[in-house]
């Protein structure tokens, strides 16, 4: 397809200039000329004006320009073509080299000599060909033959170790046997010899019979006595418990009573609470109406009219309602605003006592809070730093380091905020920094996340786990690395079952007979299963060797 952009518009990366210290020259573009319509096609396809041009220095420096120009993909010398690339998996580059041909301008020539020297070599290989192929089948048939005749002698050997396998059974058979004869002859048994020992034994065991009985007669007097001492505990225990209830009944209703009590007295103390208030209150009013501070004394007038009022309760109250009566008869008052204004008292009271009610309840519900968390805080750090442990150590083997922290939010409160937080270093150089997409590549994060699933596994107990291509994006030293790391963590004994699923591997990894490979082959030109035979294969390998060998 023909691009829409003019030819101008392709424009290198870099200028040539970029390149004068390994001498190239221009670019390939720039050495040929031709019509506006191709050289587009050549800039998209080709990538013409990227391909610079050197001469032999550029030749002697094609390692140098390899290393530090990891950009050029293909450049030319005087005498050669390069072509770099590198490798998705390991990051290493490797290069191409091929010769300039020679040019041709559209010339073809024969040369009928040399035309019918090569049909005479092409017959007489046919010939040799076809004398081949008579003795691959003179050979092909010999071997049929011989494998037929190694197939009956397979089958004689199998019979004969048959054999020799049935007889050095029978002969260890009569081995055991002739070795449980001399047993039992060795073992002959003196009649009475015994019969006079189990007389003594029957003695003995007469005796003991005769001391046991008379030790069972003296524990079941004892029994006996006990039984009478256990009948009168438990007569005492009876009427104890009968006088213990009475007792509770009446403590019971002591308590009742004296709880009723202390209601009241509290009721009594409170009202002496609020009448002390009121008292101090209305004292305060009567000081700021007289003008008189809270530290100063009486004036001697005021004094003097003190002396006149009356002194008990009974008499203020009466001298309240004539002096009330009064100001009754001096003027109007409005009983709406004085019952507003009592209202008003009465309901600042209660909102006074609904806050510090809720204020205790909103205290209550911070120290429950607090217990809460001082339960829960301590056992969460302890299995972090657990999980930290492992981690580090994991870091530590891969010369590296790592830790595991629980991540506490400004606002200690604020417990959706809380987390895990995995700090890395894969440099000396560097410091830890925390695992995420913009500080770690992503082989790094692989082999974080790796470790930290071995350092949690140690905590957690499952009967097998899986894990999907953790190997993908990491550099050949690190997932050796792991995987030596996954191999000695998963193989180890009461542990659970590994699974590794992966495209490839390393070569030369070490294994261990705990492990087992399944590799998958499928596809539609591979060898049916039911056509595939070991032993068949097995010949052919050692054939082959041999012909190698020889």
Request: glycine residues 2%; aromatic residues 6%.
């Amino acid at each position: 397809m023909m691009p829409d952009k003019p030819a101008d518009s392709f424009v290198p990366r870099f200028p040539i200039d970029h390149y004068k210290k390994f001498q190239f020259e221009s670019y390939l573009r720039e050495l040929f000329r031709c019509p506006e319509a191709v050289m587009r096609y050549l800039c998209l396809m080709c990538r013409v004006h990227e391909i610079p041009v050197g001469n032999q220095f550029t030749k002697q420096n094609v390692t140098n320009i390899i290393n530090q120009c990891p950009e050029l993909s293909v450049f030319y010398t005087a005498d050669d073509r390069y072509t770099v690339r590198k490798s998705k998996y390991s990051g290493l580059s490797s290069s191409c080299c091929s010769p300039i041909w020679a040019a041709q301008k559209l010339n073809i020539t024969g040369n009928q000599q040399k035309e019918k020297e090569l049909t005479e070599q092409m017959q007489k290989m046919n010939g040799q060909k076809q004398e081949k192929e008579q003795e691959y089948q003179l050979l092909q048939s010999q071997y049929k033959d011989r494998e037929t005749k190694m197939n009956q002698l397979r089958d004689e050997k199998k019979r004969l170790c048959d054999k020799k396998n049935e007889k050095r059974t029978l002969l260890q058979k009569i081995g055991v046997k002739e070795d449980s004869i001399k047993l039992l002859e060795s073992k002959a048994i003196d009649i009475e010899r015994e019969e006079a020992v189990a007389k003594e034994k029957k003695k003995d065991i007469y005796a003991k019979k005769f001391d046991a009985m008379q030790s069972l007669k003296t524990v079941i007097q004892k029994s006996a006595s006990l039984r009478m001492e256990k009948v009168r505990a438990c007569l005492q225990h009876t009427n104890l418990a009968r006088e213990s209830s009475v007792l509770h009944k009446e403590l019971q209703d002591k308590e009742g009573s004296l709880g009723k009590l202390e209601e009241k007295c509290a009721a009594m103390l409170e009202r002496v609470e609020e009448a002390k208030l009121s008292a101090k209150r209305l004292l305060k009013e009567a000081r700021n109406l007289c003008g008189i501070p809270e530290d100063g004394n009486l004036s001697e007038s005021l004094q003097n009219m003190f002396k006149v009022l009356p002194n008990t309760i009974e008499e203020i109250d009466t001298c309240i309602h004539q002096l009330q009566a009064k100001i009754d008869c001096m003027m109007a008052v409005d009983k709406d605003v004085i019952q507003d204004f009592r209202n008003r008292e009465e309901l600042i009271a209660k909102l006074q006592r609904d806050a510090e009610k809720l204020k205790k309840q909103l205290d209550d519900h911070r120290s429950e809070i607090m217990r809460a968390k001082e339960r829960w805080i301590g056992p969460l750090q302890q299995l972090v730093e657990r999980i930290n442990v492992k981690f580090s150590e994991f870091f530590q083997i891969m010369k590296c380091a790592g830790e595991v922290i629980l991540k506490i939010p400004e606002n200690p409160e604020d417990y959706e905020k809380y987390g895990i937080c995995i700090l890395v270093k894969f440099r000396d150089s560097e410091q830890l920094r925390e695992l995420n997409a913009f500080h770690q590549s992503g082989g790094e994060r692989s082999v974080s996340t790796v470790l930290y699933i071995m350092a949690l596994q140690e905590l957690t107990r499952c009967p097998f786990r899986c894990v999907d291509e953790i190997n993908q994006g990491m550099d050949p030293i690190n997932e050796r690395l792991v995987f030596e790391m996954v191999v000695k963590t998963a193989t180890r004994e009461h542990n659970s079952q590994y699974f590794l699923l992966t495209p490839k591997l390393l070569p030369d990894l070490e294994y261990n007979e705990n492990m087992t490979m399944h590799f998958v082959h499928n596809g539609p030109y591979l060898l049916n299963h039911k056509e595939w035979s070991l032993k068949k294969f097995l010949r052919l390998r050692s054939h082959l060797n041999n012909d190698r060998s020889a």
